[in-house]
Nanobody
Framework: QVQLVESGGGLVQAGDSLRLSCAASGRTRSNYAMGWFRQAPGKEREFVAAISVSAGSTVYADSVKGRFTISRDNAKNTVYLQMNSLKPEDTAVYYC?????????????????WGQGTQVTVSS
């Protein structure tokens, strides 16, 4: 089992920045890919970003490309999501997840473990 705990969410204004963190514990191994998803009220959970085991490869949803940056510190078993130029449409609960297989990064069904989520609210 892997436990994931997100932090860093909050209420900000449009144009502001936030950095989310996701700390992994339990059967943590640095050779898991990790991703961030988000879910707004009344909407499906959607892919935001993912990072490979070595952090040599990152993937982003078009809606956040150029504004968000995913990174990881394997020594700390932590993945980060730096969010800049936030928009009201970024408002959602953000979840981190661990992927232990080779299925597609952007599919939520590819991920085996999930955190409880952290709320991000962007006011206009």
């Amino acid at each position: 089992q892997v436990q994931l705990v997100e932090s860093g969410g909050g209420l900000v204004q449009a144009g502001d920045s936030l950095r989310l963190s996701c700390a992994a514990s339990g059967r943590t191994r640095s050779n898991y890919a990790m991703g961030w998803f988000r879910q707004a009220p009344g909407k499906e959970r959607e892919f935001v970003a993912a990072i490979s085991v070595s952090a040599g490869s990152t993937v982003y949803a078009d809606s956040v490309k150029g504004r968000f940056t995913i990174s990881r510190d394997n020594a700390k078993n932590t993945v980060y999501l730096q969010m800049n130029s936030l928009k009201p449409e970024d408002t959602a609960v953000y979840y981190c997840a661990v992927k232990t297989n080779i299925r597609a990064y952007y599919l939520k069904t590819s991920y085996d473990y999930w955190g409880q989520g952290t709320q991000v609210t962007v006011s206009s």
